[in-house]
């Protein structure tokens, strides 16, 4: 018998057709209130409305289609890619390993188990995957997404070269792609081979061909309020705005920059939000999302907030903003944090560093013009995932393990990526030099037996001794932990680490570094030099083995410099957010007069700019009268930091009153049933995430933990409440400081110095300067 064709498949095809959502979506759960297992609505309704943003009903009509029709490659692959832009990555894995069993031979079904795989750390069965869509791939479309897959898990199984090669088939292929310049240039930092002139070329190669043809459409700012000293609108755009290493140093920035000169908002650029981001809600004025937008409708809602200062936090890295920002939609822009290196944007106008990380050859590197800080370019702050773990014992610094040993380790936590042949070669001959010394080396999937296995091969043809290497497994819950296992880090080369050697200092462990020309190998050199720790910086890779043998010989002198280097850290430019803060406004300030001055006068050359914007910091008006530091305690709400003291207070001492102590078990289990202080403690961590150390806050997390009978962790608040009580050194000590250091460090290098940002000024010579008032 003929089967008859269902008028309503007709119909749906149409509303797909024309990509109509809404009529879709009538249309499906009209079907199905006559059929409930009409089999195209099922396979259409939850795409439909994923199309339209209504995620949450959209996975529910996914779900319930799944389970009638399990078979169906179709609808479960569109299932999983919801999943996945919503960073459901667990959910979307059994889906998507279903999907390849119905499709084996479907490209576009491998790319996408690829892709699940990657933030799983699964990167054998994602590089797997890749080749396998690589195989079968049939389209250019097709051939592109397998070579990215294939990349990025390359990279991260320590593939670099292979993956920048990807990179480069991907480009040929499709030059209008513009992720495969992203990944090529993130890649090409960790490769030994990629000189900083191909990364420079590369960047410009991008420029010309996504933001040339938009340069004659750039808005022209005609009715932008002029006045130099006015409070700015200033903001931030990132797709990191959650647990990522670019949070360990901009949380400090959003949180203190001087809400008397400038008002932040934050663009955030990824769909999934965790408790990071609420904290990061907390501390800017203003909120945007931006994920899931064309880069036209990002630049507009930059445009529509009316943006004096767009930064930038990304770069080339995943997730990024350029192809918005290419379209200028603030008369200023800049970037800094993300990524070390050029954005190769002529509509970024300005790149942050120092006179260390960027030394004097660095200009020719970047597109963008540099501002130098007088302190350092980035300020860090640990612990971003759990803040007020930095003052658990189990995070104190503890003797340098050595002492139990008997054996020195040398050690790295960095992505196993930048652990090119040489620097592993060259940690071979560091093991031979130093008797009994081991190796540890963590990274991904190295609890993988086969992984491990491989690496330790590969680690052994290299010169290293297979039985004094020690492998572990990166695991987030032991994040900081691994640091007690190892006496002297070791940074890699060309690519160094980043926040994992801020990470190691802030534990008490020394960092040897081999000396760079760009930034993306002397990121270790300018955190050394800013702590006055130069000597640590090696000039080539014989003395970068004199250095980490000289530290092993004496052991109980490197335990008494494990025991102080934390406080050093903290006290130097490495973490002293309140000078980072204020010198970073001084820039934006900077940055701000350097535009005006330039658009009333388009024919000066930048010397002469540069002059007329020191003229007028040299005679910039009073600043008002100090305002009380402002805490962000929820999404949209900041208060006067008193404000902030007087509502812990009485929920501290509500908490009391409303449970006493018992004695026994049982009263433990009453104790901390109690609500009241689970909030006196979720505020004094808002407290601290906007003011490290505050001595209020400290004070009372050490009562609710004396409360609750944890006595060391209530010692270890009080000692550091009474330690930010104490004196510090002012901005102009440290600054002081901090020039000295620096001067010492180039004279090492032999490295000429070079001229810092103009701003500084508004800090060194004392001048007050108003940011209310209007000079003409």
Same mark, same amino acid.
């Given at each position: 018998?003929?089967?008859?064709?269902?008028?309503?498949?007709?119909? &749906?095809?149409?509303?797909?057709?024309?990509?109509?959502?809404?009529?879709?979506?009538?249309?499906?759960?009209?079907?199905?209130?006559? =059929?409930?297992?009409?089999?195209?609505?099922?396979?259409?309704?939850?795409?439909?409305?994923?199309?339209?943003?209504?995620?949450?009903?959209?996975? +529910?009509?996914?779900?319930?289609?799944?389970?009638?029709?399990? %078979?169906?490659?179709?609808?479960?692959?569109?299932?999983?890619?919801?999943?996945?832009?919503?960073?459901?990555?667990?959910?979307?894995?059994?889906?998507?390993?279903?999907?390849?069993?119905?499709?084996?031979?479907?490209?576009?079904?491998?790319?996408?188990?690829?892709?699940?795989?990657?933030?799983?750390?699964? =990167?054998?069965? #994602?590089?797997?995957?890749?080749?396998?869509?690589?195989?079968?791939?049939?389209?250019?479309?097709?051939?592109?997404?397998?070579?990215?897959?294939?990349?990025?898990?390359?990279?991260?199984?320590?593939?670099?070269?292979?993956?920048? +090669?990807?990179?480069?088939?991907?480009?040929?292929?499709?030059?209008?792609?513009?992720?495969?310049?992203?990944?090529?240039?993130?890649?090409?930092?960790?490769?030994?081979?990629?000189?900083?002139?191909?990364?420079? @070329?590369?960047?410009?190669?991008?420029?010309?061909?996504?933001?040339?043809?938009?340069?004659?459409?750039?808005?022209?700012?005609?009715?932008?309020?002029?006045?130099?000293?006015?409070?700015?609108?200033?903001?931030?755009?990132?797709?990191?705005?959650?647990?990522?290493?670019?949070?360990?140093?901009? *949380?400090?920035?959003?949180?203190?920059?001087?809400?008397?000169?400038?008002?932040?908002?934050?663009?955030?650029?990824?769909?999934?939000?965790?408790?990071?981001?609420?904290?990061?809600?907390?501390?800017?004025?203003?909120?945007?999302?931006?994920? #899931?937008?064309?880069?036209?409708?990002?630049?507009?809602?930059?445009?529509?907030?009316?943006?004096?200062?767009?930064?930038?936090?990304?770069?080339?890295?995943?997730?990024?903003?350029?192809?918005?920002?290419?379209?200028?939609?603030?008369?200023?822009?800049?970037?800094?944090?993300?990524?070390?290196?050029?954005?190769?944007?002529?509509?970024?106008?300005?790149?942050?560093?120092?006179?260390?990380?960027?030394?004097?050859?660095?200009?020719?590197?970047?597109?963008?013009?540099?501002?130098?800080?007088?302190?350092?370019?980035?300020?860090?702050?640990?612990?971003?995932?759990?803040?007020?773990?930095?003052?658990?014992?189990?995070?104190?610094?503890?003797?340098?393990?050595?002492?139990?040993?008997?054996?020195?380790?040398?050690?790295?936590?960095? =992505?196993?990526?930048?652990?090119?042949?040489?620097?592993?070669?060259?940690?071979?001959?560091?093991?031979?030099?130093?008797?009994?010394?081991?190796?540890?080396?963590?990274?991904?999937?190295?609890?993988?037996?086969?992984?491990?296995?491989?690496? @330790? +091969?590969?680690?052994?043809?290299? #010169?290293?001794?297979?039985?004094?290497?020690?492998?572990?497994?990166?695991?987030?819950?032991?994040?900081?932990?691994?640091?007690?296992?190892?006496?002297?880090?070791?940074?890699?080369?060309?690519?160094?680490?980043?926040?994992?050697?801020?990470?190691?200092?802030?534990?008490?462990?020394?960092?040897?570094?081999?000396?760079?020309?760009?930034?993306?190998?002397?990121?270790?050199?300018?955190?050394?030099?800013?702590?006055?720790?130069?000597?640590?910086?090696?000039?080539?890779?014989?003395?970068?083995?004199?250095?980490?043998?000289?530290?092993?010989?004496?052991?109980?002198?490197?335990?008494?410099?494990?025991?102080?280097?934390?406080?050093?850290?903290?006290?130097?430019?490495?973490?002293?957010?309140?000078?980072?803060?204020? *010198?970073? #406004?001084?820039?934006?300030?900077?940055?701000?007069?350097?535009?005006?001055?330039?658009?009333?006068?388009?024919?000066?050359?930048?010397?002469?700019?540069?002059? %007329?914007?020191?003229?007028?910091?040299?005679?910039?008006?009073?600043?008002?009268?100090?305002?009380?530091?402002?805490?962000?305690?929820?999404?949209?709400?900041?208060?006067?930091?008193?404000?902030?003291?007087?509502?812990?207070?009485?929920?501290?001492?509500?908490?009391?009153?409303?449970?006493?102590?018992?004695?026994?078990?049982?009263?433990?289990?009453? &104790?901390?049933?109690?609500?009241?202080?689970?909030?006196?403690?979720?505020?004094?961590?808002?407290?601290?995430?906007?003011?490290?150390?505050?001595?209020?806050?400290?004070?009372?997390?050490?009562?609710?933990?004396?409360?609750?009978?944890?006595?060391?962790?209530?010692?270890?608040?009080?000692?550091?409440?009474?330690?930010?009580?104490?004196?510090? *050194?002012?901005?102009?000590?440290?600054?002081?400081?901090?020039?000295?250091?620096?001067?010492?460090?180039?004279?090492?290098?032999?490295?000429?110095?070079?001229?810092?940002?103009?701003?500084?000024?508004?800090? @060194?010579?004392?001048?007050?300067?108003?940011?209310?008032?209007?000079?003409?």
């Amino acid at each position: 018998m003929q089967k008859h064709s269902d008028p309503m498949d007709a119909r &749906l095809q149409a509303a797909l057709d024309a990509q109509d959502w809404a009529l879709l979506t009538r249309l499906c759960r009209q079907a199905l209130r006559k =059929n409930g297992r009409h089999h195209k609505a099922h396979r259409l309704l939850g795409f439909a409305l994923s199309q339209t943003g209504d995620i949450d009903p959209a996975l +529910q009509a996914f779900r319930q289609a799944a389970a009638l029709w399990p %078979q169906d490659a179709e609808l479960l692959i569109n299932y999983a890619n919801t999943l996945l832009t919503q960073g459901r990555n667990v959910e979307a894995l059994p889906l998507l390993e279903r999907v390849v069993t119905l499709r084996p031979h479907h490209s576009t079904c491998w790319a996408k188990l690829a892709q699940c795989c990657y933030t799983m750390t699964l =990167n054998q069965k #994602g590089f797997d995957a890749s080749q396998k869509a690589l195989a079968h791939a049939k389209t250019l479309g097709e051939e592109l997404d397998a070579l990215t897959q294939s990349a990025v898990h390359r990279r991260e199984l320590g593939q670099v070269r292979e993956a920048v +090669q990807d990179c480069e088939r991907a480009i040929a292929l499709a030059p209008q792609a513009a992720h495969s310049y992203t990944n090529a240039l993130l890649f090409m930092l960790a490769d030994p081979h990629s000189q900083a002139s191909e990364l420079q @070329r590369l960047a410009r190669v991008f420029s010309d061909n996504f933001e040339r043809p938009l340069q004659e459409q750039w808005p022209k700012f005609e009715d932008k309020d002029r006045n130099p000293w006015r409070r700015l609108r200033v903001g931030f755009i990132s797709p990191d705005f959650r647990n990522h290493a670019v949070m360990y140093f901009a *949380e400090g920035l959003l949180a203190g920059l001087d809400r008397q000169q400038f008002e932040v908002i934050a663009f955030y650029n990824y769909p999934v939000e965790d408790h990071v981001t609420t904290r990061v809600q907390c501390h800017a004025d203003r909120f945007i999302k931006i994920s #899931g937008k064309t880069p036209e409708q990002q630049a507009q809602a930059i445009r529509d907030a009316d943006i004096d200062i767009a930064i930038d936090l990304a770069g080339h890295t995943g997730g990024n903003t350029l192809l918005a920002l290419a379209r200028k939609p603030a008369p200023v822009q800049l970037s800094t944090i993300g990524y070390p290196g050029t954005t190769g944007l002529r509509a970024i106008d300005w790149w942050v560093s120092d006179a260390v990380t960027d030394p004097a050859t660095a200009p020719q590197w970047y597109t963008e013009r540099l501002y130098r800080l007088p302190t350092r370019w980035a300020c860090y702050r640990p612990m971003i995932r759990n803040p007020l773990w930095r003052y658990q014992p189990a995070y104190q610094v503890r003797p340098t393990p050595a002492l139990a040993n008997g054996y020195i380790t040398f050690g790295s936590c960095n =992505n196993l990526g930048k652990l090119t042949d040489e620097v592993l070669a060259l940690w071979g001959r560091l093991l031979q030099a130093v008797p009994h010394s081991r190796l540890l080396i963590e990274g991904k999937n190295l609890d993988i037996e086969t992984t491990e296995r491989a690496y @330790r +091969q590969h680690c052994a043809d290299l #010169g290293i001794d297979p039985e004094r290497l020690e492998l572990v497994a990166m695991d987030n819950r032991n994040q900081y932990l691994t640091y007690h296992r190892i006496d002297i880090a070791l940074d890699p080369f060309p690519l160094v680490g980043g926040t994992s050697t801020n990470d190691l200092l802030w534990m008490g462990v020394p960092v040897v570094t081999l000396n760079g020309d760009t930034l993306r190998n002397r990121m270790g050199v300018g955190i050394l030099a800013h702590m006055g720790c130069h000597n640590w910086v090696a000039r080539d890779q014989d003395e970068y083995l004199g250095i980490a043998t000289a530290l092993a010989s004496d052991v109980t002198a490197l335990n008494q410099l494990r025991q102080v280097l934390r406080q050093e850290v903290e006290a130097s430019a490495v973490m002293r957010e309140d000078v980072f803060v204020q *010198e970073f #406004g001084n820039a934006l300030r900077s940055m701000w007069l350097h535009w005006l001055t330039k658009t009333e006068h388009p024919d000066w050359t930048q010397a002469q700019v540069d002059a %007329q914007v020191q003229a007028m910091l040299d005679q910039a008006p009073p600043r008002p009268e100090h305002q009380e530091f402002l805490v962000g305690v929820a999404p949209g709400e900041r208060v006067p930091l008193s404000i902030a003291y007087q509502r812990l207070q009485k929920m501290l001492d509500t908490a009391k009153t409303r449970h006493m102590p018992l004695a026994g078990a049982e009263g433990a289990s009453d &104790l901390l049933a109690n609500r009241h202080w689970a909030q006196a403690t979720e505020l004094a961590e808002r407290i601290l995430c906007a003011k490290p150390h505050d001595a209020m806050a400290l004070t009372v997390l050490a009562e609710i933990e004396n409360a609750h009978g944890h006595l060391d962790f209530g010692r270890v608040y009080l000692k550091e409440a009474l330690q930010s009580l104490g004196e510090r *050194e002012t901005a102009q000590v440290l600054l002081e400081r901090t020039r000295q250091y620096v001067q010492a460090a180039q004279d090492y290098l032999g490295e000429p110095q070079c001229p810092i940002g103009a701003a500084s000024a508004l800090v @060194r010579n004392g001048s007050p300067v108003n940011f209310e008032t209007l000079v003409t």
